[in-house]
């Protein structure tokens, strides 16, 4: 039997890579770790989830200031946003996670750490900084970049994209967001309210594709009123760079031409597998546009090469790359034939209201053909949320044909943290009767789970079927208050 110096190499420290590293090093695997930059973390802590939420946070109490007299509170005029210094903030959240993904902690835990940029020399070894390592199994965790597509112009005029926006040296007085998926839907909210004149523009009809319409609607008209520009059905023809300012030359699907002007760009269209540099066609690792080519227990081409993360071209968010960093230890080190299971894999879109999602929507049920009924209950009518300031939103429940919970889908606020109950509620089975009847605490937003779940029996309890029954067997009384007294 071959001689490897590791039983496992990953490449990548992110969510995926460290995920893998942590497990396998702590359960005793001699682990490698390869980073090709400085600091270990990935897109998530430095480029994405960590300064984005920060970003967001510093948005949402620059919004509340303005918005003072909502609160009952002096009207405000805050100065205008320093940049600098909210990237400042941004940087310290970071340097305290950090520590958490630290080289020494993984040291600690019995991983050895490598930076650098490795090639494939062989189907088990990777030349590193001169040297060559093996290892029995290998795991290709090396995420995605923004994919920059092949628009005419735009190469030559500078723009940035979720690497550059977080560390700003100034708020751009205005900036035209090119994709209106989860991060540039955040990012055209926090930076509107942080005083960017934002412009977004898309392809597509609508933003957030992958939710239901009326949802991604709801969040649409939110940023609206906020000051959001749309350009959806837009096609970008051609980006010019005017100097201090760029041009966006759009023609919109009634054929009509207009023209943007802005001081920034952001690109962020989608998202591009990094594949390059690894020598993935020189061993023979099967990718394409999307990413490392897996079967369902994440096995590339080779059987001992895995692929977890953005890589992969899967589910591109930090707890898919967590969860897929476990599927990847199950069969590596355990040697369990786990398979992934995305079936409820929860998401949110951090814009405000969140918008989060659970299983099946209708648009995904629709499109399975399954006979689904929608049942929903609106945040206008959740006491917490009303104190709270907030009234938009609703959350809709999915039940199949068997009047079971497939999916839910939650516009409003904590929308990400109330997805927790139905995390356990859908993984555990736990029958919708349950939920309704658990006693959930007074006033929470989390109360509204409970209610929707009891939309679904309150026709059944209230019917005038049981009202005949009750009637009938204990000698119910029936309404106390006459019929034309609510018809007035
Ligand atoms: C703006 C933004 C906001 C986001 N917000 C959220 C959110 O709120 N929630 C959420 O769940 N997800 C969010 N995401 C997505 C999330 O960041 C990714 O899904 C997650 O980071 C994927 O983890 P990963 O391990 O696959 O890749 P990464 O975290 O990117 O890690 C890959 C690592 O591999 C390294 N690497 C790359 N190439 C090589 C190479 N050749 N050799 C060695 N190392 C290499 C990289 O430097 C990096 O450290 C966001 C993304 C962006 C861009």
């Not at 090396?142 to 550059?164: F, Q």
């Not at 900036?175 to 509107?192: C, T, W, Y």
């Not at 023979?284 to 369902?296: H, I, K, W």
């Not at 998401?347 to 689904?372: F, H, Q, V």
Request: charged share 25%.
């Amino acid at each position: 039997m071959p001689n490897y110096d590791y039983d496992i190499g990953v490449i990548g420290g992110g969510a995926g890579g460290l995920t893998v590293t942590a497990g396998a090093a702590q359960l005793g695997a001699k682990t490698l770790l390869v980073e090709k930059e400085n600091e270990l973390g990935g897109d998530c802590l430095h480029f994405g989830c960590v300064p984005s939420k920060t970003l967001i946070k510093s948005a949402h109490v620059y919004h509340l200031m303005k918005n003072s007299r909502k609160f009952g509170l002096p009207a405000m005029d805050p100065p205008r946003v320093d940049f600098r210094e909210i990237s400042k903030r941004i940087r310290s959240v970071i340097a305290t996670i950090q520590l958490h993904d630290s080289e020494e902690r993984f040291c600690k835990l019995g991983a050895q750490v490598e930076f650098g940029q490795p090639t494939f020399a062989d189907e088990h070894s990777i030349r590193l900084n001169g040297n060559i390592y093996s290892a029995k199994a290998w795991v290709i965790a090396t995420g995605s970049s923004a994919s920059v597509p092949p628009i005419k112009g735009l190469a030559e005029t500078p723009h940035i994209t979720n690497k550059e926006i977080f560390y700003l040296d100034r708020l751009p007085e205005s900036m035209v967001i090119l994709g209106g998926g989860p991060i540039g839907s955040e990012i055209s909210q926090a930076f509107n309210r942080l005083g960017t004149r934002v412009s977004l523009v898309d392809m597509a009809p609508r933003i957030l594709g992958q939710e239901d319409p009326d949802m991604a609607d709801l969040v649409r008209d939110v940023l609206s009123s906020e000051g959001v520009r749309f350009y959806l059905n837009s096609a970008i023809e051609e980006i010019k760079d005017l100097g201090s300012e760029k041009e966006v030359r759009l023609k919109t699907k009634e054929g009509n031409s207009i023209s943007l002007r802005a001081q920034t760009i952001l690109v962020a269209v989608g998202r591009a597998p990094n594949t390059k540099g690894l020598g993935l066609e020189d061993i023979g690792v099967a990718y394409n546009q999307r990413g490392v080519e897996v079967d369902n227990r994440l096995r590339t081409s080779h059987k001992h090469i895995y692929a977890a993360g953005d890589v992969n071209g899967g589910y591109q968010f930090t707890h898919a790359a967590g969860y897929e960093g476990g599927i990847v230890i199950s069969n590596a080190i355990f040697r369990l034939p786990r398979k992934v299971d995305y079936t409820f894999l929860p998401w949110c879109t951090y814009t405000d209201p969140p918008l989060g999602s659970i299983g099946m929507n209708e648009s995904r049920a629709g499109k399975a053909g399954i006979d689904y009924t929608v049942w929903t209950e609106e945040f206008k009518d959740n006491d917490r949320s009303l104190a709270e300031g907030g009234s938009i939103g609703r959350i809709k429940m999915i039940l199949n044909e068997k009047e079971k919970p497939i999916g839910v889908q939650i516009l409003g606020p904590n929308a990400g943290d109330l997805l927790a109950e139905w995390v356990a509620v859908l993984n555990g089975n736990v029958k919708l009767s349950t939920l309704a009847a658990a006693v959930h605490p007074y006033p929470t937003i989390a109360e509204i789970n409970k209610k929707v779940a009891g939309t679904f029996f309150s026709p059944k309890i209230f019917s005038s079927k049981i009202q005949k029954g009750l009637k009938f067997f204990f000698h119910l009384k029936g309404r106390a208050c006459p019929d034309d007294v609510c018809s007035e």
